[in-house]
């Protein structure tokens, strides 16, 4: 069983910048593959990026390329995500979710979610 705790969010303006945080306890991300979803008000929650176990090839939505960064450190935990010249329209609860084996871009294919962390970005 793996349990995954974000951290990080918080209240920012429009250009600023925020790290997300997940860290897994009760076991590794060995050799789990990490993606990072958000879900604003009345809309479907969206994978924004992904990136393996190896941490090669990390995967980003349209919506934040050049802006948006995932990596994962040596020892593979925790998972960060760090976001750059935000905009309001990246306002929502970003969740961090792990799959075992390769990243995937649906919500079912993760099977572990951590409870989310708000990010509101204001204009």
């Known amino acids: 069983q793996v349990r995954l705790a974000e951290s990080g969010g918080g209240l920012v303006q429009a250009g600023g910048s925020l790290r997300l945080s997940c860290a897994a306890s009760g076991r590794t991300f060995n050799p789990y593959a990490v993606g990072w979803f958000r879900q604003a008000p009345g809309q479907e929650r969206e994978l924004v990026a992904a990136i393996s176990w190896s941490g090669r090839s990390p995967y980003y939505a349209d919506s934040v390329k050049g802006r948006f960064t995932i990596s994962r450190d040596n020892a593979k935990n925790p998972v960060y995500l760090q976001m750059n010249s935000l905009e309001p329209e990246d306002t929502a609860v970003y969740y961090c979710?792990?799959?075992?084996?390769?990243?995937?871009?649906?919500?079912?294919?993760?099977?572990?979610w951590g409870q989310g962390t708000q990010v509101t970005v204001s204009s």
């Open positions: 979710a792990a799959r075992y084996g390769t990243t995937k871009a649906e919500v079912h294919d993760y099977d572990y």
